[in-house]
């Protein structure tokens, strides 16, 4: 998150580039022998190149020099260019093909692309013209013209037995003598990645959530109600007899008018609500002991108040984020139920999976964490249903948008979301920052893992921007955004403590988005002024929230400058490395300020003892 007045905008307090000139001292100290960082097994990847075909045909081969096009009669899935094969209406066979090399050591690599399929056949049992996708010799899927659809289908496919291969991506349509069937494919990616497991760590608990939720809406999508479920497993030594559902945004309510209403728990009883009716307690009928797997379920109700907040109404425009009731988790400290912090996050959570179906009257657009696909509902509505894996939160967003869309060279698929009063030309600005802001923090920290990427722009937002997996609110800012979007980096993959560490996010990212922006930090420090011997680097939310003009200055301000300084001790080489190593053996874990201090030092000989003092940096 950005915050305003002081740390939404290059022009606000903060700057990005104000602070500057001479970096903290750093003592010399005595060489310390090496300590080889761990070896990352698998560096999470994007193997296709040009999977959107939006920079011309290289490194693809097609049979014909119109396969790939933007030609008239068929419509990108993302961008303005196509994979066009067949649709001649006569006996036809069009191919194309890239060959992928998929790194050795990555359990998990799934091959995705979009299709659209129409077709001038009349027949409902035949399948007359054929498309099949292979990897290498396995045949993966044939589709037909008994599978045309209206618009863009994902479609999705493990291809892990593949790793360290090189192989060939390849499509094959095949027309009979008449009546045609084109099969067009868009935005293909082959995503590779240690695996889905986050790192093992039996003091966080409950583990591997998985959030089934079903909610419709009102006519202006700013009351939703339905049902949520959530299926976990105790990963502790110790038994499980309670688990909290955070409810974070009854903080915009009271107690006695919540936003977010829960009832008729099943399988455990309702409690307490405390922390200001943002967590409730709810007790299991028997004690979970670690392995076992327990599911509870309940009714929900959501109502957004006005206002142009990161949950909230702006007119129209309804902007729905942390509605969602996650499970609050328990580590070696016990349970999180921190307050809310409106002056920044509160919001530690652990990776989950989640299907979330919203129904809601098809003149709203829902732009939502996760792949989404749109079906139809009842009379005048749509089913938008999301699906995100390994995702720390779900969020969404509800109104009449206007949205543009386009696929990043290494084939993300990039979509903004206007409010109305936002220029085309500045969505497209923002459209063009987002394609290349996730390619570049992917090309430094690892392959986004998100499916598509939604950018939801309002200039009211009071706050600047937000973060969720997939997801993000902004202003139009070129900083901002770029800023959000590598969030999905720094708290999304890599999570953390957000209320007691929030350095590890803010700080990651702001440094993330210096880098993306080709700011390298060298005039960092300006006249720096600690406000008091208590004011740290490190300080947890509850400091910062009783220091809060002080708080983008230190956490966002000194904390990048602070990774400069770390870069120019280690070398910028070895700091690229350090972080992409880390943000792989930290995939879908939770770092901590110890963990990173350690794995800092492991990559120089160099004593940071003095480095970490000197910078504030505790922990």
């Known amino acids: 998150m950005r915050p305003t007045p002081h740390k939404a905008l290059a022009t606000s307090a903060i700057a990005l580039a104000a602070l500057a000139v001479v970096s903290l001292p750093v003592e010399p100290a005595a060489a310390a022998p090496p300590t080889a960082p761990l070896a990352a097994a698998c560096t999470p990847a994007q193997v296709v190149s040009n999977g959107g075909f939006e920079s011309g045909t290289s490194p693809w081969s097609q049979s014909s020099a119109d396969v790939i096009t933007n030609r008239s009669g068929q419509t990108a899935h993302g961008g303005t260019s196509f994979a066009w094969l067949d649709g001649v209406g006569s006996t036809h066979t069009d191919t194309l093909s890239q060959s992928v090399t998929?790194?050795?050591?990555?359990?998990?690599?799934?091959?995705?692309?979009?299709?659209?399929?129409d077709t001038a056949e009349t027949t409902s049992s035949t399948a007359y013209d054929k498309l099949t996708a292979k990897i290498g010799s396995t045949t993966l899927a044939t589709y037909s013209n008994l599978d045309e659809n209206t618009g863009y289908v994902q479609r999705s496919f493990d291809v892990s037995a593949f790793a360290g291969q090189t192989v060939t991506v390849a499509f094959t349509g095949t027309e009979d003598s008449s009546l045609q069937t084109s099969f067009v494919v868009d935005d293909v990616a082959l995503n590779t990645s240690g695996g889905t497991t986050p790192p093992a760590d039996s003091t966080r608990t409950p583990a591997a959530p998985s959030y089934t939720v079903s909610l419709s809406s009102n006519t202006s999508g700013t009351i939703w109600t339905g049902h949520e479920s959530a299926t976990f497993t105790n990963a502790s030594s110790t038994a499980l007899s309670e688990v909290y559902l955070r409810l974070w945004d009854n903080y915009h309510g009271t107690c006695s008018a919540m936003p977010i209403a829960v009832s008729n728990v099943t399988g455990g009883?309702?409690?307490?609500?405390?922390?200001?009716?943002?967590?409730?307690?709810?007790?299991?009928?028997?004690?979970?002991?670690?392995?076992?797997?327990?599911?509870?379920?309940?009714?929900?109700?959501?109502?957004?108040?006005?206002?142009?907040?990161?949950?909230?109404?702006?007119?129209?425009?309804?902007?729905?984020?942390?509605?969602?009731?996650?499970?609050?988790?328990?580590?070696?400290?016990?349970?999180?139920?921190?307050?809310?912090?409106?002056?920044?996050?509160?919001?530690?959570?652990?990776?989950?999976?989640?299907?979330?179906?919203?129904?809601?009257?098809?003149?709203?657009?829902?732009?939502?964490?996760?792949?989404?696909?749109?079906?139809?509902?009842?009379s005048g509505r749509t089913i938008t249903t999301a699906t995100a894996t390994k995702a720390r939160d779900f969020a969404w967003a509800a109104g009449p948008f206007s949205k543009i869309s386009g696929t990043s060279t290494a084939g993300t698929a990039v979509n903004i979301y206007s409010v109305s009063g936002i220029s085309s030309a500045d969505a497209q600005s923002m459209l063009t920052t987002a394609k290349t802001a996730v390619d570049t923090h992917a090309s430094r920290f690892g392959a986004y893992p998100y499916g598509e990427l939604d950018a939801v722009i309002d200039n009211n937002f009071w706050f600047g921007g937000m973060e969720y997996p997939g997801f993000v609110l902004d202003l139009v800012s070129t900083t901002a955004l770029t800023h959000e979007i590598g969030h999905q980096w720094w708290y999304g993959i890599v999570g953390d403590d957000e209320y007691n560490s929030p350095w590890l996010d803010e700080a990651f990212t702001d440094y993330a988005t210096d880098l993306a922006l080709n700011k390298t930090g060298t005039n960092c420090w300006n006249s720096v002024s600690w406000a008091?011997?208590?004011?740290?680097?490190?300080?947890?939310?509850?400091?910062?929230?009783?220091?809060?003009?002080?708080?983008?200055?230190?956490?966002?301000?000194?904390?990048?400058?602070?990774?400069?300084?770390?870069?120019?001790?280690?070398?910028?080489?070895?700091?690229?490395?350090?972080?992409?190593?880390?943000?792989?053996?930290?995939?879908?874990?939770?770092?901590?300020?110890?963990?990173f201090k350690a794995a800092a030092q492991a990559a120089t000989t160099t004593d940071l003892t003095s480095f970490w003092t000197t910078h504030r940096i505790d922990g």
Request: net charge negative; glycine share 8%; charged share 15%.
């Open 532 to 595: 008091s011997a208590a004011e740290k680097i490190t300080n947890s939310m509850a400091y910062w929230d009783a220091h809060s003009s002080r708080y983008s200055t230190v956490v966002y301000g000194y904390g990048k400058c602070a990774l400069h300084d770390l870069r120019r001790v280690l070398g910028d080489t070895a700091m690229a490395k350090l972080l992409k190593d880390y943000a792989t053996s930290h995939w879908y874990g939770v770092s901590t300020t110890a963990e």
């Open 102 to 117: 998929i790194p050795a050591g990555c359990s998990n690599a799934t091959l995705t692309f979009w299709l659209h399929i």
């Open 269 to 378: 009883t309702a409690g307490a609500l405390s922390v200001d009716c943002t967590a409730l307690k709810i007790d299991l009928p028997t004690p979970l002991a670690q392995g076992q797997t327990a599911t509870i379920g309940f009714d929900l109700g959501i109502t957004v108040p006005s206002g142009a907040d990161r949950f909230g109404h702006d007119g129209a425009f309804s902007f729905i984020g942390n509605a969602l009731p996650v499970l609050a988790v328990k580590d070696a400290a016990g349970w999180h139920l921190d307050p809310y912090t409106n002056n920044g996050e509160s919001f530690y959570s652990l990776t989950a999976d989640f299907k979330v179906t919203l129904d809601h009257p098809s003149t709203l657009l829902v732009p939502a964490t996760g792949t989404s696909t749109d079906t139809p509902g009842s």
